[in-house]
């Protein structure tokens, strides 16, 4: 699976975790539901956007040298 597909997921799954939570716990007031979505929404993108590839291996680099 690549990095990108992997970093969409867990972010669906988060933002979905928090979902599933604000309609159990029965938020109804705006200021709540506007906690949530930035509970929901803020961490999700700071994952997307520190979550970085992983740096070459010198196999990799040799390899890439090589063709």
Excluded: D
């Excluded at 990108?4 to 029965?26: E, H, P, R, T």
């Excluded at 109804?28 to 291996?57: K, Q, Y």
Aim: proline share 3%.
């Amino acid at each position: 699976m690549q990095l990108q597909n992997i970093k969409l997921f867990v972010v669906a799954a988060y933002v979905a975790a928090i979902g599933v939570a604000a309609v159990v716990s029965g938020v109804t007031s705006i200021s709540g539901r506007l906690a949530l979505a930035a509970l929901a929404i803020l961490p999700a993108f700071a994952l997307v956007r520190l979550w970085n590839h992983p740096s070459e291996t010198m196999s990799q680099s040799i390899r890439a040298a090589r063709r």
